[in-house]
């Protein structure tokens, strides 16, 4: 949790403040309208998603954490000892943090065992699901070499969080300078080859993640093309 995020959470509570503010959602009947106001806004939508993924806060909780939030804003006395309740709140975070991590490898492995049983596909000691798409005819790489690719990155629900596709121009990169899954699974291609990749978070980005992209316990599915290894 960034400090900034810290100090708006950890602000005073007051059920008076709150029922004085704006519905939430409601920055006033036309929305935002000078840059001020935008600003303002996309603070506070900012400090709203970042709470949503922190927290998983339920109905009930959020509608709580909206009153502190106005009377920090507001500046009334504190309805609870906020001291007391800092740790609290950072157990929290990383209670509800290690379920959404949890949550994550377990839909990720589902993922990876549906995909593992299509042709072509073999699973790694290490987790990985490699599906050939294409056999390439050219050599393997090695750990030390470095190569030229065209890929593509998703999470299980497809979102693209990264892909040189679209930036229309190839990545080279040394292969002993990537995450674990890539330095293993792309040994495994003959360049001009193209395979789908499934890396399971222990051999990716792990329970941190790569944020705001990547969410900490992510399985990875890449579209890999080997295009050369570069000498």
């Not at 073999?122 to 056999?135: A, P, R």
């Not at 699974?185 to 003959?190: D, H, I, L, T």
């Amino acid at each position: 949790m960034s400090r900034f995020l810290a100090v708006m959470l950890l602000c005073a509570t007051s059920t008076a403040a709150w029922s004085a503010a704006p519905a939430a959602g409601a920055p006033g009947a036309a929305g935002p309208q000078t840059e001020e106001d935008k600003t303002a806004y996309a603070i506070g939508q900012i400090v709203g998603t970042n709470l949503d993924k922190s927290f998983a806060f339920t109905k009930e909780e959020m509608k709580m954490a909206e009153v502190g939030f106005a009377a920090g804003l507001a500046g009334t006395k504190p309805a609870v000892d906020i001291d007391a309740y800092r740790a609290k709140a950072q157990a929290l975070q990383q209670e509800r943090a290690n379920a959404v991590i949890a949550k994550a490898k377990e839909a990720g492995k589902a993922f990876r065992d549906k995909a593992a049983t299509v042709k072509n596909t073999e699973t790694t000691k290490t987790g990985i699901v490699i599906t050939m798409l294409s056999e390439g005819t050219g050599a393997n790489p090695i750990s030390a070499d470095k190569v030229k690719v065209h890929y593509e990155g998703k999470l299980i629900d497809g979102t693209v969080f990264d892909s040189s596709i679209k930036r229309g121009e190839p990545a080279t990169f040394s292969l002993s300078g990537v995450v674990p899954c890539w330095t293993e699974a792309v040994q495994r291609m003959k360049v001009g080859g193209k395979s789908r990749i499934l890396c399971p978070s222990d051999v990716a980005y792990g329970d941190r993640g790569q944020p705001p992209s990547i969410p900490g316990g992510s399985t990875l599915d890449f579209t890999v093309e080997l295009l050369e290894i570069v000498k």
